[in-house]
């Protein structure tokens, strides 16, 4: 769907297009806020630290930046705290309103009534636990912003999923295998099909993979689903930046410093949220 720059090991990249660009926002009213007790977010003192990885993709570049201290759900936004969201505030998301939604089933395709309650189309339903998707970028802000949240931005999502310490993964710096511990819910490891043998094909109940989380106890930081910032893309105005990783990405898209940008106003069936908050002065 969008380009995406194949850095400097053209023959791997060319694969990563298949599955690290599947990602492909209007900003919906937020309506009346409500609490953000049941989001479950935890506090992050900020700092500085190097984002990014000299040996990703170009525009990975390595560069120090500063982190004010912030708030971040554990988890991510699971289906039942969206449709207790839908039901309070009335919200349609953009694939309701254009009657489709994009699904992975080995290449990118247009599903018609693939929505968030039918995250693969009309035969498929969601689960309670699991992380909501089928959410565009505005759809994702408008959740936060009736929570009286924000999305995060890359550089706090970064600091969180990676500390101070250089890591490349949430955990450390190994990449996941299928075999052994089980450190996310990801694809297979070589680009590029959906793999079950850590647990799930698709998505997977939010935390269920505790061995794999960050340095400051978030959860699915890798895997599982992307994670829709509020960040542009750099030299992509109208793209916003994912992160994360999704169930059918291989490691090296499950990196901390790996980001994709894709148009705000599309929901997909491997993306979906956490939100961010202020820590009050």
């Not at 660009?21 to 900020?46: C, N, Q």
């Not at 040996?55 to 936004?77: C, I, K, Q, S, T």
């Amino acid at each position: 769907m969008s380009r995406q720059t194949t850095g400097k090991k053209p023959k791997k990249r060319l694969a990563l297009h298949l599955v690290c660009g599947l990602v492909l926002l209007p900003i919906a009213s937020a309506g009346a806020e409500t609490p953000a007790a049941d989001l479950d977010l935890i506090a992050v003192a900020g700092g500085r630290f190097v984002m990014g990885d000299a040996e990703g993709d170009d525009n990975e570049a390595p560069r120090a930046v500063e982190v004010a201290p912030f708030r971040l759900m554990r988890h991510e936004v699971t289906n039942a705290q969206f449709a207790r969201f839908v039901v309070a505030s009335g919200h349609a998301t953009d694939p309701e309103r254009s009657g489709f939604g994009y699904v992975w089933a080995g290449r990118w395709g247009r599903v018609a009534g693939a929505d968030w309650r039918r995250p693969r189309g009309p035969d498929t339903k969601r689960i309670a636990s699991h992380p909501v998707v089928q959410v565009s970028a505005r759809d994702a802000a408008a959740f936060c912003a009736w929570h009286g949240l924000r999305l995060p931005s890359e550089a706090e999502w970064e600091f969180a999923a990676r500390g101070q310490d250089g890591r490349r993964y949430p955990w450390g710096t190994a990449p996941p295998r299928q075999d052994g511990t089980r450190l996310a819910n990801f694809g297979t490891l070589a680009c590029c099909d959906a793999d079950a043998s850590d647990g799930y094909r698709t998505t997977a109940p939010v935390g269920s993979y505790p061995a794999g989380r960050a340095p400051f106890d978030h959860h699915d930081m890798a895997g599982n689903v992307w994670e829709w910032t509020s960040s542009r893309f750099p030299g992509r105005p109208r793209d916003v930046v994912l992160r994360g990783g999704g169930w059918g990405n291989n490691p090296y898209c499950l990196r901390v410093s790996y980001r994709h940008g894709n148009p705000p106003d599309i929901g997909l069936d491997m993306v979906g949220l956490r939100c961010a908050g202020d820590v009050a002065p």
